[in-house]
């Protein structure tokens, strides 16, 4: 395109999902490097008095300060768009959430799709190797991990310990990280002058994951008084309760799947790709052999509910009624509510960042006093936004090298013939009034989803008896939602009056490629189970599908 020909005006929107929400798509730098290397393209920016980056700022950069978008052809963001706000025929690119037919954000999808808008999601924006290319998750980590600190010294005081942890601010009390680091260099000096108190020895910070939030996380803690040990350490450390290292020392482990769990059989053996392809074969160990040696967590895993939870509200309760935690608190980034940490009971704010959870009554405190195990828990859904300088930077850097394809693509056109370089073409979700070929299943997703969500409230006519006195486990594969099996399933399920509960759901997203669901099985008694399991096998043969080994026990 010539830039004689015409002007093409790409909007930034002013968030508006949270008032904490201060980060931005595109930074005032970024803003006029485009345009000085593309004099065709400006930049409308709707007016805010929250970001990080000011109007004044963006302006200077020369953007047009507006609150008018409708000539723009791209507008960016980084949250979801009210459904009123979005404009028909035009490209947006925001985290839309709706690749898992969120239910939340269907009725969204739905007026995009209506208004022909072409959605480009940052998540899906690839490599050919399916690795993501542009996201927030160190950020969440590094953030969660302050936030904790910053709790833990208040939590602390209120059992009348004062440690250096104290002295540490939220993170959104920093301009940037540079600031934020420099402070907690400080800290680290402090705990190791003053030392540790004897009541926290020896003192050990466990975090889970590999990602980039668990890389987040470790970024802050290599700023204090650290040495990293393995998990299986965590015994010595603490039978060695005299070691005079403990003083001046904050242990920090890894954990890993291997260190989560055991085969149910193959105790000795752990193959991580096993694990992930048949979790229902493994049981927790996590609890036991590690859990009673850690004061904290910093908590980065992923994880859905086909795999066994880290810790179960009965795993704290027992350690806590044996006098085995010596659990202080939780930096709970993953935000699975009530998942791999059974008690995430709900999310927090930075208004309000942290409950107290007391394990053996199972309460919950919205305050900071400390209780007779009580476990401090920061349970914040929006982490990166308290680091808007740099989490927003991050990501410009990326955005500004994609922005100009995109604004100069043609929207009217298939998207193999439009223009759009590959990455971005993989992160197109809608397009020209309907679902892009590889975003298809969304719809199949959506339907079972609903289908689930219907029978939800089924329970059998009899109930089930307080302890469950089957329990089977079963992994179908094939084409589950093109022939109407899930449905079939399910009506098999409610006939013989066992409860079920669809535990996890990954759909093809082609015609060639085969679906999977992981289904959870609750009967009274062991002889229902049998013929409901022999009536799913017998579907499974007429329509081709696979059923992979079971786990059933009978109580």
Known sequence: ????????????????????????????????????????????????????????????????????LTNCSLIICVKEVPIEKLYPQKTYMFFSHTIKAQKQNMAALDDMIQKKIRLIDYEKITDEKNNRLVAF????????????????????????????????????????????????????????????????????????????????????????????????????????????????????????????????????????????????????????????????????????????????????????????????????????????????????????????????????????KYRDNGILYLALDFLPCELPFDASTHFSNHLKEWIPNIAESDISLHIEESGLIDCIKRAVITHNGDLTHAYQYIRKLRDANERIEASKNFEPKRGLSKKVQSFSSLKIEGHIFDTGAINKILDICQKYEVKFNVADILVGQNEDQTSQMLLQLYANNHESMIEVIEQIEVLAEKINLVIYESLSSAY
């Open 137 to 368: 998750g160190r950020f969440a980590g590094i953030a969660g991990t302050i936030d904790y600190l910053s709790g833990l010294g208040q939590y602390l005081m209120t059992k009348s310990i004062s440690t250096a942890f104290l002295n540490i601010s939220m993170s959104y009390k920093y301009f940037n990280l540079e600031q934020a680091y420099l402070h907690l260099k400080s800290v680290g000096q402090q705990l190791e002058s003053q030392e540790i108190p004897k009541e926290l020895r020896p003192l050990v910070f466990a975090v889970t994951g590999t990602g980039r939030c668990a890389n987040g996380a470790w970024e802050v803690l290599e700023n204090l008084p650290i040495k990293k040990v393995s998990p299986d350490e965590l015994k010595a450390l603490h039978d060695d309760i005299d070691n005079p290292a403990h003083a001046t020392t904050i242990y920090c482990c890894s954990i890993l799947p291997e260190h989560m769990v055991e085969h149910s059989e193959h105790k000795d053996h752990f193959e991580k790709k096993h694990y992930y392809e048949n979790p229902h074969e493994y049981v927790p160990i996590f609890h036991e052999k590690y859990l009673p040696y850690i004061s904290s967590i910093f908590h980065n895993m992923y994880w859905d509910y086909k795999f066994p939870r880290l810790i179960t509200d009965q795993h704290m309760k027992e350690l806590a009624q044996k006098g085995k935690s010596k659990l202080l608190g939780i930096s709970d980034v993953t935000c699975d509510l009530e998942g791999s940490i059974e008690f995430l009971k709900k999310f927090t704010t930075p208004d309000q960042p942290f409950y107290v959870y007391e394990p053996i009554e199972q309460k919950i405190y919205d305050d900071l």
């Open 1 to 68: 395109m010539s830039e004689q020909n015409k002007i093409i005006y790409v909007g930034v929107r002013a968030e508006d999902k949270s008032h904490w929400e201060r980060r931005v798509p595109i930074i005032p730098k970024h803003v006029r490097e485009i345009h000085d290397k593309y004099p065709y393209i400006k930049f409308i920016v709707e007016p805010c008095t929250k970001r990080v980056f000011s109007n004044k700022e963006y302006e200077n950069a020369g953007a047009i300060i507006s609150s008018d």
